[in-house]
T-cell receptor, first 112, second 117 residues
Framework: GDSVTQMEGPVTLSEEAFLTINCTYT??????LFWYVQYPGEGLQLLLK?????DKGSNKGFEATYRKETTSFHLEKGSVQVSDSAVYFC???????????FGTGTRLKVLA | EAQVTQNPRYLITVTGKKLTVTCSQN?????MSWYRQDPGLGLRQIYY???????DKGDVPEGYKVSRKEKRNFPLILESPSPNQTSLYFC????????????????FGPGTRLTVL
């Protein structure tokens, strides 16, 4: 069945370091892909999305490109800040349905 | 302010005692959904609703019921809660997904932490 696999955390980085959080998926058809972020004690917020192959989603310095050939949607940021510390979830919407699949989440901790 | 609200935010109950977690959104969204979040498992979809009186099962519907009598409300009902339903629950809503071609972000509520003893 459809699934999302993302790298286990926690990921600990120093401020201004480069961030990559890997996400790969298994799905039939053409799913839409998302990254959500969850700050402590809060619900999830959409960070970025991509709806078709080669689309690049971007927001707040974060980027991810929908790679159909490698079934990946890796999250990147060139220079992280302490305020980026949170849990990041990769997710997909199954093509032709209203069902969503989320990854297990990756906790990011950025040290000053 | 556009928001999704959930009540209660925290609940401790005992096995078998029926409970309802309410969810309400003020954005006139057609789509609403319930998730549970468990350590190491991420978020898993319980039920979703495409519009009033239209609901369907997600990946983990067992032990849960939902109803969608009004567009703004989507309560989650646990008829006979069990300890394995101890979890953090999130409600989310989204605008129209007509034809599945237009994808809109989901707006999440703040979560309800449920403990079943």
């Amino acid at each position: 069945g459809d699934s999302v696999t993302q790298m286990e955390g926690p990921v600990t980085l120093s401020e201004e370091a480069f961030l990559t959080i890997n996400c790969t998926y298994t799905a039939t058809g053409y799913p839409s892909l998302f990254w959500y972020v969850q700050y402590p004690g809060e619900g999830l917020q959409l960070l970025l999305k991509a709806t078709k192959a080669d689309d690049k989603g971007s927001n707040k310095g974060f980027e991810a490109t929908y790679r159909k050939e490698t079934t990946s949607f890796h999250l990147e940021k060139g220079s992280v800040q302490v305020s980026d510390s949170a849990v990041y979830f990769c997710a997909l919407k199954i093509s032709g349905t209203y069902k969503y699949i989320f990854g297990t989440g990756t906790r990011l901790k950025v040290l000053a | 302010e556009a928001q999704v609200t959930q009540n209660p935010r925290y609940l401790i109950t005992v096995t078998g005692k029926k409970l309802t977690v309410t969810c309400s959104q003020n954005m006139n969204h057609e789509y609403m959904s319930w998730y549970r979040q468990d350590p190491g498992l991420g978020l898993r979809q319980i039920y979703y609703s495409m519009n009033v009186e239209v609901t369907d099962k997600g990946d983990v519907p067992e032990g849960y019921k939902v109803s969608r009598k009004e567009k703004r409300n989507f309560p989650l009902i646990l008829e006979s809660p069990s300890p394995n339903q101890t979890s953090l629950y999130f409600c989310a809503s989204s605008s129209g997904l007509a034809g599945g071609l237009i994808v809109h972000e989901q707006f999440f509520g703040p979560g309800t932490r449920l403990t079943v003893l």
